[in-house]
Nanobody, 123 residues
Framework: QVQLAESGGGLVQAGGSLRLSCAAS????????MGWFRQAPGKEREFVGV????????YYADSVKGRFTISRDNAKNTVYLQMNSLKPEDTAVYYC????????????????WGQGTQVTVSS
């Protein structure tokens, strides 16, 4: 089991920045791919990005590419989502997720999830 807990959400004006954290506990964190997803009211959960455990390669949804950056600190069992140039359409609950084998964009293939943190971007 891997337990995940997101933090760092809040209210920010358009154009601003936030950094979300996802702290992991339980099984070995360093060999899990870590994804970020978000879900806006009335919409399906969507892929934001992922960082692979080996090599730290990252991949992003087109909607956030160039604005969001995922990083991880295996010594602290934490993965980060740095969000810059935020837009009102980024408003959502943000979730981190972990998978031992999968590093794609399909949320159904991730094994462990955090409880989510709310990000609200005002115009």
């Amino acid at each position: 089991q891997v337990q995940l807990a997101e933090s760092g959400g809040g209210l920010v004006q358009a154009g601003g920045s936030l950094r979300l954290s996802c702290a992991a506990s339980g099984r070995t964190f360093s060999n899990h791919h870590m994804g970020w997803f978000r879900q806006a009211p009335g919409k399906e959960r969507e892929f934001v990005g992922v960082i692979r455990w080996l090599g730290g390669n990252t991949y992003y949804a087109d909607s956030v590419k160039g604005r969001f950056t995922i990083s991880r600190d295996n010594a602290k069992n934490t993965v980060y989502l740095q969000m810059n140039s935020l837009k009102p359409e980024d408003t959502a609950v943000y979730y981190c997720a972990a998978s031992l084998y999968y590093s794609g964009s399909s949320d159904s293939n991730y094994d462990y999830w955090g409880q989510g943190t709310q990000v609200t971007v005002s115009s």
